[in-house]
């Protein structure tokens, strides 16, 4: 089974900047699709963003889009999620997660296996 470990959260005041990291010990890595969503307090988890197998397709949420960058390091066995210019509405708990299966990529259901968790708050 894979296990994947988030990093890298932290508080960060409004207009800064964090990047996470999700790493697996999965060493075919590149069989799977990626992807980072979110969950805020009181809300639903919601999609962030999503890479496909080789990297060279992504996808974001409306409301990070042009503001995060998700990439992935298949030779590190590492997906990271670059946030910039971070907004107190950016606050939730930020999970990594994998998917076997083809999908469009922006649904919780299509992914297999999920990290931890790693909380990221953005004080205004």
């Known amino acids: 089974q894979v296990q994947l470990v988030e990093s890298g959260g932290g508080l960060v005041q409004a207009g800064g900047s964090l990047r996470l990291s999700c790493a697996t010990s999965?060493?075919?890595?590149?069989?799977?699709?990626m992807g980072w969503f979110r969950q805020a307090p009181g809300k639903d988890r919601e999609f962030v963003a999503a890479?496909?197998?080789?990297?060279?397709?992504?996808a974001y949420a409306d409301s990070v889009k042009g503001r995060f960058t998700i990439s992935r390091d298949n030779t590190k066995n590492t997906m990271y999620l670059q946030m910039n210019s971070l907004k107190p509405e950016d606050t939730a708990v930020y999970y990594c997660?994998?998917?076997?299966?083809?999908?469009?990529?922006?649904?919780?259901?299509?992914?297999?296996?999920w990290g931890q968790g790693t909380q990221v708050t953005v004080s205004s």
């Open positions: 997660a994998a998917a076997r299966a083809t999908g469009w990529g922006s649904l919780s259901v299509e992914y297999d296996y």
């Open positions: 999965e060493r075919t890595v590149s069989r799977y699709r």
């Open positions: 890479i496909s197998r080789g990297g060279g397709n992504t």
